[in-house]
């Protein structure tokens, strides 16, 4: 049997992908809303929550970027030369966060803002640029002769400024259903008042998004529209929509584990609408993942080790997970 190893190469990518978009939103988005908490205590709670698998959850990105240099390195030389700045500027984002986490607790009580302001920015200039960079490969990359063509600010543009702000709004939503799940009264009370306008602003973004990308893609507009690619297209927005209903029904109901499932379905089908604009290209808008892909011998040398790789990580993360489980309260904590 035949296997199409840079199909299976890129499912191996996108799966690393969302593994990190699902554990580190949730952990940038209680950085992006710490300014919306003011009590000291209840950012030690907040931090707290994720304080133990923080780390962990940013493997999958390192994976992703692993991955995509051992199977389509065409496609990771250009990437990278194209969007060289915001891939610079997210992992400073995420090095000040890092830092914060592991110093915040360990300062002075009178120097302890200031690692809260490195927590802040860190987290809120890692989602912004990691949305800019989204934006940016959208709207496609620029190549000749298997070489980036294009300017140094090309992913400057109006269209990833607003997929960075998007983003941010996405992980935020992430950040507050994930701390309605883990927290108790007042903080879990502030969590849920700042909910309902996140999902306001998510449907908004998703909107204008979902607008924009056909109209300035004709590729993107003739795959989402044309017939009947329609008729299967049209499923995943009905599930946003469900998803939505269900998010807000929930918050209404009082329960605390599933306004957070049903944020990230809203997320990850945010990442199966990607997915379906670009296939088969791994370089929008020209280059197929066949055209990039590694030769044979290297794809299946590398396959070997990811596939026994993964397992591994999922079992420690999963652990992790179960050994932390249950709400976090005030003086609770893993310094």
């Given at each position: 049997?035949?296997?199409?190893?840079?199909?299976?190469?890129?499912?191996?990518?996108?799966?690393?992908?969302?593994?990190?978009?699902?554990?580190?939103?949730?952990?940038?988005?209680?950085?992006?809303?710490?300014?919306?908490?003011?009590?000291?205590?209840?950012?030690?709670?907040m931090m707290n929550t994720v304080a133990p698998v923080w780390d962990g959850?940013?493997?999958?990105?390192?994976?992703?970027?692993?991955?995509?240099?051992?199977?389509?390195?065409?496609?990771?030389?250009?990437?990278?030369?194209?969007?060289?700045?915001?891939?610079?500027?997210?992992?400073?984002?995420?090095?000040?966060?890092?830092?914060?986490?592991?110093?915040?607790?360990?300062?002075?009580?009178?120097?302890?803002?200031?690692?809260?302001?490195?927590?802040?920015?860190?987290?809120?200039?890692?989602?912004?640029?990691?949305g800019v960079i989204l934006g940016a490969?959208?709207?496609?990359?620029?190549?000749?002769?298997?070489?980036?063509?294009?300017?140094?600010?090309?992913?400057?543009?109006?269209?990833?400024?607003?997929?960075?702000?998007?983003?941010?709004?996405?992980?935020?939503?992430?950040?507050?259903?994930?701390?309605?799940?883990?927290?108790?009264?007042?903080?879990?009370?502030?969590?849920?008042?700042?909910?309902?306008?996140?999902?306001?602003?998510?449907?908004?973004?998703?909107?204008?998004?979902?607008?924009?990308?056909?109209?300035?893609?004709?590729?993107?507009?003739?795959?989402?529209?044309?017939?009947?690619?329609?008729?299967?297209?049209?499923?995943?927005?009905?599930?946003?929509?469900?998803?939505?209903?269900?998010?807000?029904?929930?918050?209404?109901?009082?329960?605390?584990?599933?306004?957070?499932?049903?944020?990230?379905?809203?997320?990850?089908?945010?990442?199966?609408?990607?997915?379906?604009?670009?296939?088969?290209?791994?370089?929008?808008?020209?280059?197929?993942?066949?055209?990039?892909?590694?030769?044979?011998?290297?794809?299946?040398?590398?396959?070997?080790?990811?596939?026994?790789?993964?397992?591994?990580?999922?079992?420690?993360?999963?652990?992790?997970?179960?050994?932390?489980?249950?709400?976090?309260?005030?003086?609770?904590?893993?310094?």
């Amino acid at each position: 049997m035949d296997f199409d190893l840079p199909v299976i190469w890129l499912i191996v990518i996108l799966f690393s992908i969302t593994m990190y978009v699902i554990m580190d939103g949730f952990d940038l988005g209680i950085g992006i809303l710490f300014p919306f908490v003011q009590d000291k205590h209840d950012r030690d709670v907040m931090m707290n929550t994720v304080a133990p698998v923080w780390d962990g959850n940013e493997t999958w990105l390192v994976l992703g970027g692993a991955g995509l240099m051992a199977a389509f390195p065409l496609a990771y030389a250009i990437v990278l030369s194209a969007l060289y700045q915001p891939i610079i500027l997210m992992l400073l984002g995420l090095i000040f966060r890092g830092v914060a986490f592991e110093f915040r607790f360990k300062a002075p009580e009178k120097e302890q803002h200031i690692w809260d302001k490195a927590f802040i920015g860190g987290s809120v200039m890692a989602a912004f640029f990691q949305g800019v960079i989204l934006g940016a490969y959208i709207n496609g990359i620029p190549v000749e002769n298997k070489e980036f063509i294009g300017g140094e600010l090309d992913w400057l543009t109006p269209f990833s400024i607003f997929t960075g702000i998007g983003v941010l709004i996405a992980y935020a939503l992430l950040g507050s259903t994930w701390l309605i799940m883990k927290t108790e009264e007042q903080l879990q009370q502030r969590m849920l008042a700042l909910t309902r306008p996140l999902i306001a602003m998510v449907v908004m973004a998703l909107a204008i998004i979902s607008i924009w990308t056909p109209l300035a893609h004709a590729n993107i507009a003739d795959r989402w529209f044309s017939l009947p690619n329609f008729y299967f297209l049209a499923i995943v927005p009905v599930l946003v929509a469900i998803s939505i209903y269900s998010l807000m029904r929930e918050l209404k109901s009082g329960y605390d584990m599933q306004p957070f499932i049903s944020a990230l379905i809203i997320v990850l089908l945010g990442l199966v609408g990607l997915t379906i604009s670009i296939w088969p290209n791994i370089i929008p808008p020209s280059v197929s993942i066949w055209d990039a892909a590694a030769p044979t011998q290297s794809l299946v040398f590398a396959l070997v080790g990811t596939l026994l790789i993964i397992p591994v990580i999922l079992i420690y993360t999963v652990w992790s997970y179960r050994v932390f489980k249950g709400k976090v309260r005030h003086g609770d904590g893993y310094h």
